[in-house]
DNA sequence: GCGAAAGATGGTAGCGCTACCATGCAAGGT
DNA sequence: ACCTTGCATGGTAGCGCTACCATCTTTCGC
């Protein structure tokens, strides 16, 4: 008596339907696919003639269900149209291309509160891992990522207090070297300039800030912020801003290359000379900085490195290697251009 | 007795544990957290209390399972970091962050293989809607999606011919455009620069063709082109190039902003005046084309617009509401600035 | 040559949820 | 009073897969 075809499920074949053409168990079939090792070379070809013929394709639904954990990685970031996460998206992707691992995103548009109620999304499914940017979640979602169950990366930052496993660099000391570039290049009334100043901005500011109280140089009206998020245009009004609250400005560390690149064009605009009467560094040294003329100093951070980064210590915690070192500074490196060689 | 902790599942309350506590059956708590209408107000309060005690979140895998089919959308983009996909990427997630879909990504890097493969790996899941990307899939991918049994849009192009449902603009037109607004402008020796040829790019360089041949105009060393991934800095070099072959080029029409761009950069670097010696156009109409000095005449396209349409589009599919146009398209506008003011 | 250990395979019983089909009951028509 | 109709609720039986344990075979040590 052949078993009727459910009213449910499109009629794909199972598993089961491969165990019959096979001519063995579907816990056979099921290890084949997943152990080859501790099947038969005999019956693991035979196997996959079945499958080959039958189309079979494992539900990854069925598969979570019963095993109790979902191949699935879930990834946390506040933007996807800031070129920076995009990178470590990307690492993110071509790392696990060649696993069975899926990839579910979630976009927090830099809210403490959407990251909760994602996170609580993601892990009512159990995914194998979790990477999130940032080290600034609220209570609430440190307990949540605690209690996952899984390996969690944290990226983009430094620090000595993951939840789990963090990789990234010291937004801090980026923004230090950059300052302490420009004072070396001799520039003296340097400004900071920074939109949407999320956390990781937050620190490149006091990194600002430490470099130039040591050089005896900060003076709050230097620090033109805004909380709108970045952009080419808005780097052009920022400075008009600062120059407008302090004309003897000769320099800005810029919190980011867009902000940077603004600053740049309205340098051109207004005639001012760069690098002679104002010096500029930008933050992540995005491929136009180098396109630029001029060409534009800005801090290198390794963004596609780290999302491969993360990715491969969650691989390596899924298999149980935990890694000797569960923080990763991949550093930064300040590249120096035009813009500031005075 | 009590029910003992099964071995498997972290021992999170199950709907069974929300039905006990609520005095109701199982059936009853899963139709009021799906459809509170077909549940009486006292039990569907009581139901509420039950959830909230226990921290109950439904296991979507279960759901899915049960259901025959995921609350997921899978969305497949050639890339993402290209701000163009990024920014349809962020339509479809602002869209869909109210609703129960999550949202499995996939990056096809401009492979059809590579997206064979993806499209493969999500309809097993039988996604809840798919929205992928252009519309020159393989036969075998279009095939994957005739038969996915769920709603699919194709996006970023217009057509005929769509699998399911389509949305996006004409690259040929928007291209046309483009080259007759140079020609307009004076331009003759009107060069088109390009990386990275995808079929998009092909449309709108047939678009370039179609305007200067029916201006007399066209001469095929007027066109450069790159397998490269399109950049600020290739831009600068395929300039070069260009001008290397055609040194009496006046004008160029480019397959993007990034390119643009860095055409802008290497005039200026090179002291060609832009727009008396050499008119730019870009396409798409980032920010920063405003924001240039001299800002950049472009063709704005509204990628925004294209990701929300499109889940519009897919989740009155899913509802059973077919629309009554299967193509959208959103248009183009081309943002005449100084670039081109000759 | 025998018992133990290791390896290969299979059967059974769920994983947590929902589709399907009752069942019970109130409202409405005749 | 009867039968229908519709609504609210529940029981049962899976969805397709894997964990667990049992069984059977093969290999090895002494």
């Known amino acids: 008596m052949t078993r009727p075809r459910s009213r449910r499920g499109g009629g794909r074949p199972t598993i089961a339907d491969v165990a019959r053409k096979a001519g063995v168990g579907a816990i056979t079939v099921s290890r084949a696919l997943r152990e080859p090792g501790r099947v038969s070379e005999d019956l693991r070809r035979q196997i996959q003639v079945a499958v080959d013929e039958l189309g079979y394709i494992p539900d990854p639904n069925a598969r979570a269900l019963?095993?109790?954990?979902?191949?699935?990685?879930?990834?946390?970031?506040?933007?996807?149209?800031?070129?920076?996460?995009?990178?470590?998206?990307?690492?993110i992707y071509d790392s696990l291309s060649d696993s069975p691992f899926r990839i579910q995103m979630g976009n927090t548009h830099y809210s403490g509160l959407e990251e909760e109620r994602l996170l609580q999304l993601f892990a009512s499914q159990r995914p194998a891992a979790l990477i999130v940017a940032g080290i600034d979640q609220t209570p609430q979602s440190r307990k949540l990522l605690e209690t996952a169950g899984c390996p969690v990366v944290q990226v983009m930052e430094t620090g000595h207090d993951p939840v789990d496993m963090l990789v990234g660099f010291s937004h801090f000391d980026g923004g230090r070297a950059a300052t302490e570039h420009l004072i070396e290049a001799g520039y003296r009334r340097i400004g900071f300039i920074g939109a949407r100043m999320d956390p990781r901005s937050q620190r490149r500011l006091a990194g600002y800030r430490a470099a130039m109280e040591s050089a005896g140089l900060f003076d709050p009206r230097l620090v033109t912020t805004t909380p709108l998020l970045s952009s080419v245009t808005l780097g052009r009004e920022l400075l008009r801003d600062a120059l407008a609250k302090m004309p003897s400005l000769d320099g800005v560390f810029c919190n980011n290359d867009d902000i940077a690149l603004g600053v740049l064009f309205e340098c051109r605009r207004a005639a001012i000379a760069v690098p002679k009467a104002i010096g500029i560094v930008g933050f992540n040294d995005l491929d136009m900085m180098q396109a630029a003329f001029p060409s534009v100093t800005s801090v290198r951070t390794h963004r596609y490195e780290i999302g491969r980064q993360a990715v491969a210590m969650a691989l390596a915690a899924i298999a149980g290697r935990r890694p000797q070192q569960r923080v990763v500074d991949l550093g930064f490196e300040l590249i120096r251009r035009e813009s500031t060689a005075r």
Chains 1, 2 share one sequence.
């Not at 990685?73 to 996807?80: A, I, M, R, T």
């Open 66 to 91: 019963a095993s109790a954990r979902a191949e699935v990685f879930g990834v946390l970031v506040p933007s996807l149209t800031n070129n920076v996460f995009a990178e470590v998206v990307r690492g």
